[in-house]
């Protein structure tokens, strides 16, 4: 497989760079990694982006995750190795991701209510910020067919 063309963030002077603080800022909210490469690695492979999923992979496991916990990131609700903070991340990002699925009402106040449960407000901001990031780099590697490796190790 061959990308289409260079990551358009790459491509457009600062736009990386502006994502990267982003990603510094998010870093800063006080959610743990390991939950970050979780809501990074569910969203990415709802949306099918090999490149997220690989690169997230690798991540997570730099993080600490088990190969169990990592390997049953698709089936998470119905695994048992998952806190219950975990899974709040995990629902938020599939709601966040799956947007078109909850017909004007994309993130339910029961699964809010279940965040808030488990994370302050800066750790909810990190958390929306962390899942619409992962969102956009997955539409940018889908749009350009970015191969899984060949860029993220």
Not at 15 to 29: E, N, P
Not at 73 to 98: H, I, K, Q
Not at 134 to 149: D, H
Request: proline share 4%.
């Amino acid at each position: 497989m061959q990308a289409r063309m260079k990551n358009p963030a790459m491509i457009l002077p600062d736009a990386m760079q502006s994502i990267q603080g982003l990603i510094k800022a998010v870093g800063k909210g006080g959610v743990p990694q390991q939950i970050l490469e979780l809501a990074h690695l569910r969203a990415s492979q709802i949306n099918g982006c090999s490149v997220c999923v690989y690169g997230g992979s690798h991540s997570a496991r730099k993080a600490g995750l088990s190969d169990e916990r990592l390997w049953s990131v698709s089936a998470w609700r119905e695994a048992p190795f998952y806190s219950d903070a975990e899974r709040a991340a995990l629902a938020l990002a599939e709601a966040m991701t799956r947007l078109s699925d909850h017909s004007g009402d994309a993130v339910p106040d029961e699964l809010w209510d279940e965040v808030a449960d488990h994370y302050d407000e800066q750790q909810i901001a990190a958390l929306i910020l962390w899942i619409a990031t992962t969102n956009l780099f997955n539409r940018l590697n889908a749009t350009v067919k970015e191969p899984a490796g060949a860029t993220w190790s």
